[in-house]
């Protein structure tokens, strides 16, 4: 038991110099609280004087007032969540089929260049055609006013013909019936021959 005794009275001591230190400690903790006291009853003193103190408290009577506003806000917003996140779920759904568009997109632009340069290629000889065009199209409506004028004149002389020979045949015909009678009846028949 004397074997026992000497390390319990070793780890007494270690404990009484641990707890003697704490103390020590504490106080000299205490004097600097003790030393900064002042200083803060000043500035609690300060504040209580202070103007700060009525827009401290004005501004907590706005906030709480707003407070209900934004918790309907907040509710709204809880509301609102569930569908918002339906909407992203949705989109991201819809990207890789638009990844794998642009994908299929991106393959086909070389040849989409290639065309493109084959047109452009064939622009300035269709441009060169249609100013070849411009530059002629005003003598050939010069042939076509021509054509008309001369179609207008063709015709009148046509219908006037055509009077004319229509009014000569009705003349005519008592005419020539008379005179091949005759020559039927004289026996005198030139158109036989």
Known sequence: MQKLLIPSKILFSLALIYFATSLILFTIEIGKIRLSI???????????????VDSILN????????????????KLLR?????????????????????????????????ILEESKAVRNTIPPILKESQQLRNEIP???????RITQNMQKISDDAASG????TVNGLLNVPKNLVTKTTNIITGDNKDEK
């Open 139 to 145: 003598n050939e409506l010069n042939k076509v006013e």
């Open 38 to 52: 002042p200083k803060v009853f000043a500035s609690v003193e300060k504040i209580e004087q202070g103007k700060n």
């Open 79 to 111: 509301e609102l969540t569930p569908k918002i996140l339906a909407q992203v779920k949705k989109t991201r759904e819809a990207i890789p089929p638009i990844l794998t568009e642009v994908k299929a997109t991106r393959k086909n632009i070389p040849a």
């Open 59 to 74: 501004s907590i009577t706005k906030i709480s007032s707003e407070i209900p506003a934004i918790l309907v806000e907040v």
């Open 162 to 165: 055509a009077v004319t020979g």
